[in-house]
């Protein structure tokens, strides 16, 4: 299995970037999807996550209103649509991918850095 994440980069504060995880080796439209981030001296924290179908989403308080998650499954790829970004923001971004029936995310990807710039 391999959750390849992409899209991450340097932007101001009040930018915006649109992050890609594309997945292979799984059945794509059997996993809630998650993306999770881990800034500096920090531990990793729950960014937001998707359901099978992706008509169920769910946030973090921190990103409400300014993030979005979304998910082709016939391109068996999940997005994180960041806009107005802070300089809190700034992380390494990891998508995930869990079964139903388990509690814990089963794969991992690399991650993607994003810097926001003040």
């Known amino acids: 299995v391999q959750l390849q994440a992409s899209g991450g980069g340097l932007v101001q504060a009040g930018g915006s970037l649109r992050l890609s995880c594309t997945a292979s080796?799984?059945?794509?439209?059997?996993?809630?999807m998650g993306w999770f981030r881990q800034a500096p001296g920090k531990e990793r924290e729950f960014v937001a996550t998707?359901?099978?179908?992706?008509?169920?989403?769910d946030y973090a308080d921190s990103v409400k209103g300014r993030f979005t998650v979304s998910r082709d499954n016939a391109k068996n790829t999940v997005f994180l649509q960041m806009n107005s970004l802070k300089p809190e923001d700034t992380a390494i971004y990891y998508c995930?991918?869990?079964?139903?029936?388990?509690?814990?995310?089963?794969?991992w990807g690399q991650g993607t850095l994003v810097t926001v710039s003040s």
């Open positions: 998707i359901n099978r179908s992706g008509d169920s989403t």
């Open positions: 995930a991918a869990k079964q139903v029936a388990t509690t814990r995310y089963n794969y």
């Open positions: 080796g799984l059945t794509f439209g059997m996993y809630r």
